[in-house]
């Protein structure tokens, strides 16, 4: 930090070199390049947190998978939302540190599905004029998976036949996947995996150092702050208080002056109730201090 303060000796030469460095900024009214500027440095944060929605849809042979599959799946259709991640970044246009929008919303398909409210078939005898049963019919789609798979083993090994080959070989493994995942969707259902990146401005406070950006619910997702249903996503700011600005305070001796805020390096903590998800060090001029400057003399 002081390495990085003795390089800003120069800041009074012009608006340019104030407007790349996010720790020192003009304050009040100076007379910059012939004219005037008037400006008050604020520090404004982008939180950005990513959660993750599985939405499972239960197959209509759920009830039997354990039987006839050995496997327990879901019962019954639920949507769980959580938290994947956060990024903090310091967001401001006139600046290097400039962070860039969230990423875009992207759905991931777990279980094969064409689509998501309808479910595969049992083919139907139409020369039988029996019923059959929800167990039954479960039955006899198991055993269809077991025959899919003993199917794909006998073109694997070679036993059935050596007439496939190549590409032919491959297509058929390719066809019997297909309906095998469509067979087990009867059972283990469907399961969708949706992931998005919402953005939350904070404009901090010299009087707080921690703020509720949002909340999240396991069944609801995303929450205003205000929302009292979901568990709070914190936005923590610990200030350093290590401000090196000796270098640049102009003595009582000097007449030429201006006057600048020095941003002090705070460590920002985003945080909720699994724990700590990200934290960084960003300039935060609420937290720092006002110091006049040494403008160079004019030839």
């Given at each position: 930090?002081?390495?990085?303060?003795?390089?800003?000796?120069?800041?009074?030469?012009?608006?340019?070199?104030?407007?790349?460095?996010?720790?020192?900024?003009?304050?009040?009214?100076?007379?910059?390049?012939?004219?005037?500027?008037?400006?008050?440095?604020?520090?404004?944060?982008?939180?950005?947190?990513?959660?993750?929605?599985?939405?499972?849809?239960?197959?209509?042979?759920?009830?039997?998978?354990?039987?006839?599959?050995?496997?327990?799946?879901?019962?019954?259709?639920?949507?769980?939302?959580?938290?994947k991640g956060a990024q903090v970044s310091l967001?401001?246009?006139?600046?290097?540190?400039?962070?860039?929008?969230?990423?875009?919303?992207?759905?991931?398909?777990?279980?094969?599905?064409?689509?998501?409210?309808?479910?595969?078939?049992?083919?139907?005898?139409?020369?039988?004029?029996?019923?059959?049963?929800?167990?039954?019919?479960?039955?006899?789609?198991?055993?269809?998976?077991?025959?899919?798979?003993?199917?794909?083993?006998?073109?694997?090994?070679?036993?059935?036949?050596?007439?496939?080959?190549?590409?032919?070989?491959?297509?058929?493994?390719?066809?019997?996947?297909?309906?095998?995942?469509?067979?087990?969707?009867?059972?283990?259902?469907?399961?969708?995996?949706?992931?998005?990146?919402?953005?939350?401005?904070?404009?901090?406070?010299?009087?707080?150092?921690?703020?509720?950006?949002?909340?999240?619910?396991?069944?609801?997702?995303?929450?205003?702050?205000?929302?009292?249903?979901?568990?709070?996503?914190?936005?923590?700011i610990e200030p350093s208080g290590n401000i090196?600005?000796?270098?640049?305070?102009?003595?009582?001796?000097e007449s030429n002056v201006v006057t600048c805020?020095?941003?002090?390096?705070?460590?920002?903590?985003?945080?909720?109730?699994?724990?700590?998800?990200?934290?960084?060090?960003?300039?935060?001029?609420?937290?720092?201090?006002?110091?006049?400057?040494?403008?160079?003399?004019?030839?």
């Amino acid at each position: 930090m002081k390495r990085l303060l003795l390089l800003l000796t120069s800041i009074c030469i012009g608006g340019g070199v104030m407007a790349q460095n996010p720790y020192v900024k003009m304050q009040g009214a100076n007379e910059v390049n012939g004219g005037m500027v008037i400006s008050q440095p604020r520090t404004t944060l982008a939180v950005d947190v990513e959660v993750s929605c599985e939405k499972v849809v239960a197959g209509p042979y759920a009830r039997y998978a354990q039987k006839f599959l050995g496997v327990r799946p879901s019962l019954a259709d639920k949507t769980t939302w959580s938290v994947k991640g956060a990024q903090v970044s310091l967001l401001d246009d006139r600046t290097a540190y400039k962070a860039e929008a969230p990423a875009s919303r992207q759905e991931r398909e777990v279980l094969h599905a064409e689509s998501f409210d309808d479910f595969p078939r049992m083919p139907i005898d139409k020369n039988s004029m029996q019923f059959s049963s929800p167990e039954s019919a479960a039955e006899a789609a198991a055993a269809t998976i077991y025959s899919l798979r003993r199917h794909r083993m006998e073109l694997i090994t070679g036993e059935a036949g050596e007439n496939v080959f190549g590409g032919g070989l491959e297509a058929a493994l390719n066809e019997i996947n297909r309906l095998e995942q469509a067979y087990l969707e009867l059972f283990l259902g469907k399961l969708t995996v949706t992931t998005e990146t919402r953005r939350f401005v904070v404009c901090p406070e010299s009087s707080k150092k921690q703020y509720v950006v949002c909340r999240i619910s396991p069944t609801a997702g995303l929450l205003p702050a205000s929302d009292l249903s979901g568990d709070m996503i914190l936005l923590q700011i610990e200030p350093s208080g290590n401000i090196a600005d000796e270098e640049l305070r102009a003595s009582d001796k000097e007449s030429n002056v201006v006057t600048c805020r020095v941003a002090d390096p705070s460590v920002c903590i985003v945080m909720g109730s699994e724990g700590e998800y990200t934290r960084a060090v960003l300039p935060v001029f609420e937290f720092g201090r006002t110091i006049r400057v040494a403008a160079p003399r004019r030839k």
